[in-house]
């Protein structure tokens, strides 16, 4: 089926664009370290702390402040399983299948691609 057929099937739809497979934020993490030799220490903080540590330490402007609170949920709906699903949609859009975190990690992480990954301490 070509493309632009696929992409007419998902017209004034909301879709989910997932990779093929699901990812903890420990895994992410680990991807991370591998390429860069840089270890990150992850420390997930009960809601009312990490809204706590944001507004205190300035993490986001005044003005979007107000949304630190949905934010500081993430984590809490992730041991939920509310990000644990892969949907297809993207497979078919593209036409081939997603690309997995590692494959992406070795094309970003290549000692040809420009990508310093310094750019990438914040993370």
Known sequence: MHTNNVQQNY????????????YTVRQILDEYTKYTGRKV???ILPRAEAIAWHIEHNSVPPEQQSFIAEWATMHHAWELGEADYVDPALGRILGRPPKTLEE???EIFSAGHELDTKDLVGI
């Not at 017209?11 to 699901?22: E, F, Y």
Request: glycine content about 6%.
């Open 11 to 22: 017209v004034n739809q909301t879709i989910s664009l997932t990779g093929p497979r699901t």
């Open 41 to 43: 220490n992850l420390r």
């Open 104 to 106: 992406q990690a070795e």
